[in-house]
């Protein structure tokens, strides 16, 4: 009895092996058990890069002109001079954004000059906001600085991707080509027209 006993304690710093017996064949069988655990692991991994990958992020000494779009994440530590479009965009004390945000979630530390788009906005005691934010919920902490109106919508997202700027050119330039000069512009008409009643 007192035999069996001291057997039993030596599987136990080996967790992940059956206990053993004194065959040699299955102690062979025992060494692929520490397998399992390089496997689990190997499975976590690639559940983790599916549900979610990591944010990206843009140091503080980057600059980049032009627009940024992506379905992740983006942490912005540096200087953005183009829209930004994401699903959490997180924008630090030391960033600047001149352009237009739209994500699902934004927090602001840093400076962002131009529209705020987001179904949440969190402006932070640090934040810098000069423009207008369109949000669902927000929140605003007691020492930012906000310069703008704020709107709120239950769809702040969808109004941003049918911006109405696009429809407005077009017709302009339909309008422009197809009718009279007067007749399109009709501050630009009386302007001609003025000078030529006057002569």
Known sequence: MFSKSKRQPAPKPSRHEPPRQESPGQEQAAAPTPSPPDTRTEEHIPSMSKSKPPASTLSADLTITGNIVTSGDIQVEGTVE?????????????????????????????RIIGRVRGLKVRLTSTARVEGDIIHKT?????????????????????????????????????????????????GQGRQEQAPQGSS
Do not use: C
């Open 138 to 186: 927000i929140a605003i902490e007691s020492g930012a600085h906000f310069e703008g109106s704020v709107q709120r919508q239950d769809d702040p997202l969808s109004t941003g991707r049918s911006a109405p700027r696009q429809p407005q050119p077009e017709a302009a330039r339909k309008d422009g080509g197809d009718k009279t000069p007067s007749a399109a512009a009709p």
């Open 82 to 110: 183009g829209d930004i479009r994401a699903h959490l965009l997180t924008i630090g004390e030391s960033a600047t954004i001149k352009g237009e945000v739209t994500a699902d979630d934004v927090v602001i530390n840093g």
